[in-house]
Antibody, heavy 121, light 112 residues
Framework: EVQLVESGGGLAQPGGSLRLSCAAS????????MHWVRQAPGKGLVWVSR????????VYADSVKGRFTISRDSAKNTLFLQMDSLRAEDTAVYFC??????????????WGQGTMVTVSS | DVLMTQTPLSLSVTPGQPASISCKSS???????????VSWYLQRPGQSPQLLVY???NRFSGVADRFSGSGSGTDFTLKISRVETEDVGVYSC?????????FGQGTKLEIK
């Protein structure tokens, strides 16, 4: 079964850090672009970051640029999101998602269940 | 950023009746290869989003044929020919042509 399972969410203080993980199974992880998307409570979906199949070329939303780092470990079939200098507005459910298709403009076909990040003192 | 504006933001539909959601983009989403990179997602209550339609009108694998997408350029529509109770949730359009990827605000579909 194709599956993505996030972990690592929790409560962090403003200015603190968290590292999210997304374990992939059931497909050739190293063959896909991967994304992080977040959803603040009661709000819509917001794209956060994308990384190439080989781990190169990370891109970020302006709201997280310079604070978040996306990476992947193909040996462990795992996607990561290192979140530093956290702010209250980063509070959200964070989903990892698999990119569908052979172009970088494609949709996201597989989503994890999400992990909640709460930034509060 | 490309603004994706959905209407309506909420919809109440009787089972068996059709439903339609509009998504308007602030930028043309047609690429030089002839493809238009708009997709639609359904997020059922308490669940993660699922892909329904990609490249405007291609139904994703396993998606019921009562779902259809249409449109071009900057105007797109998702239609449900006959709403079923399992269609309850929030529908979102997304563009993938311009970074950052952007989503519409979401349209909440309820059953009457």
């Amino acid at each position: 079964e194709v599956q993505l399972v996030e972990s690592g969410g929790g409560l962090a203080q403003p200015g603190g850090s968290l590292r999210l993980s997304c374990a992939a199974s059931g497909f050739t992880f190293s063959g896909y672009w991967m994304h992080w998307v977040r959803q603040a409570p009661g709000k819509g979906l917001v794209w956060v970051s994308r990384v190439n199949p080989d781990g190169s070329g990370p891109v970020y939303a302006d709201s997280v640029k310079g604070r978040f780092t996306i990476s992947r470990d193909s040996a462990k079939n795992t996607l990561f999101l290192q979140m530093d200098s956290l702010r209250a507005e980063d509070t959200a459910v964070y989903f990892c998602a698999r990119h569908y298709g052979d172009s970088v403009w494609g949709p996201f076909d597989i989503w994890g269940q999400g992990t909640m990040v709460t930034v509060s003192s | 950023d490309v603004l994706m504006t959905q209407t309506p933001l909420s919809l109440s539909v009787t089972p068996g009746q059709p439903a339609s959601i509009s998504c308007k983009s602030s930028h043309n989403l047609l690429y030089s290869n002839g493809k238009t990179y708009v997709s639609w997602y359904l997020q059922r209550p308490g669940q993660s989003p699922q892909l329904l339609v990609y490249e405007v009108s291609n139904r994703f694998s396993g998606v019921a044929d009562r779902f259809s997408g249409s449109g071009s350029g900057t105007d797109f529509t998702l239609k449900i020919s006959r709403v079923e109770t399992e269609d309850v949730g929030v529908y979102s359009c997304m563009q993938g042509l311009h970074l950052p990827y952007t989503f519409g605000q979401g349209t909440k579909l309820e059953i009457k």
